[in-house]
DNA sequence: TGATTAAGTTGCAATGTGCAACCTAGTAGG
DNA sequence: CCTACTAGGTTGCACATTGCAACTTAATCA
C-alpha cells in the first residue's frame, strides 16, 4: 500500500506527462478549459453548455483551482457569483487544447470545428501544431529521433 | 436516458475536443502512449514499466487498437508475443503528447524529462510547442483572438 | 516432458461518476 | 420587510470504472 503509493510518486516525479496527468487528466477536466478558453466563467455557464453534473462540476472547478489553473475570484457586485477564470498557467495549456483539437478534427470528426483562433492583426487561422526545430522549421517525423539527455550537444 | 446519451453524441460530433477524449482520454491511455513513442511494444514492457494493472492494460490496448492509434501485429517468430505499433493515426498525436509535457517540465516537475526529441541532422532539441501563424511566426497571447467560423476572411 | 514465459481473463474490493433532491447566502420585486 | 428567486454549491444513493491478486492458455525452452 505504502510501496504502491510511492511508487506512483515516484513516477510522478519522473515523468512530466504523467505529472500533468494527474491536474488536468480527469475526466471532464479538458473540457472545463475548453468552456474556459471560450469564455465561461461561472458554475451555471458550465453546467449547462457542458451539461456535467453539478457535483463532478464542483469537483473539478475546486481541483483546477487548487492546482493554480484557474482563479476564483467572487464577483464584488453580486455577491453570490463567483467567476472562475485561466490563470497564466491555465493559459498556457493553449498548445495542448489546440493540438488535440487539430488531431480530433483531422482523424475523427473530419468536421471543422468552431470558432476558430486567428491572428488578430492578419485575421487569418493559425497554422496547424507541429514540432520544429530550433529555427522554426517544421520537422517531418524522420527528421526526428529520440535522444538521452547526457548526449545533448553544449 | 436516451436523452442523454443522444446528448452525449451530439456533443461529441460538435466538439473534436470531446471527440478526442474519447478515444485517448481514459486513465492511462496517454501514459501507454508515452511508452509506444518510447518504444515499448509489448505487453510485459508496458506493464512492468507503467506499473499498471494487467486488465486494465489489456482493455486499454484494446480499445487503442480498436480506434486505429496503435496496430496489433503477431511476432511470426514467437507466436505468444504481440507487438503493438503506433500507427499513423497515433504518431500524429506527437504534437500532444509534446505540449503536455513541456508544459508539465515548465509548470510542474520542473525537472526537465528524458528522454529528449532532437533535430537528427543538427542534433539539437526542438522547439517549444507554440501557437504561430500561417508563416510560421510564434504569436503571443494578445496576438490571438477568437472568430466565428463564418467570420474568416477567404 | 516439465518448467517458464507472453498475453491475457476472472473475482472481488475500493474508488469514481451521474442523477436528483436538498441547502444556504444573497438579490429582486412588491 | 417578506416573499420569491437565483448562484453556487452539498448530500444520498445507484451504477460504472479501477486496481489487485490469482488463475488460464498457448507457445517456447531446457
Known amino acids: 500500500m505504502a510501496l504502491d503509493l510511492e511508487r506512483h510518486r515516484e513516477m510522478l516525479r519522473q515523468c512530466s506527462i504523467a505529472a500533468a496527468l494527474e ?10 478549459l475548453r468552456g474556459a478558453f471560450n469564455g465561461l466563467q461561472h458554475f451555471e455557464e458550465f453546467q449547462s ?43 498556457d495549456l493553449l498548445p495542448v487544447l489546440l493540438s488535440l483539437r487539430q488531431w480530433g ?12 483562433l486567428v491572428d488578430r492583426a492578419t485575421r487569418r487561422q493559425i497554422a496547424p501544431m507541429a514540432v520544429r526545430d530550433a529555427d522554426g522549421r517544421m520537422l517531418t517525423r524522420d527528421e526526428l529521433e529520440w535522444l538521452d539527455r547526457s548526449e545533448l550537444e553544449a
Request: zero cysteines.
Open 49 to 91: 453548455t457542458l451539461g456535467i453534473a453539478r457535483n463532478i462540476l464542483s469537483n473539478r472547478l475546486g481541483r483546477l483551482v487548487e492546482n493554480g489553473i484557474l482563479g476564483r475570484e467572487p464577483d464584488p457586485t453580486d455577491r453570490r457569483r463567483v467567476a472562475y477564470r485561466l490563470t497564466d498557467k491555465g493559459l
Open 105 to 116: 478534427e483531422k482523424w475523427i470528426s473530419a468536421l471543422p470545428s468552431n470558432p476558430v
Open 23 to 32: 491536474t488536468v487528466g480527469e475526466r471532464w477536466s479538458f473540457l472545463i
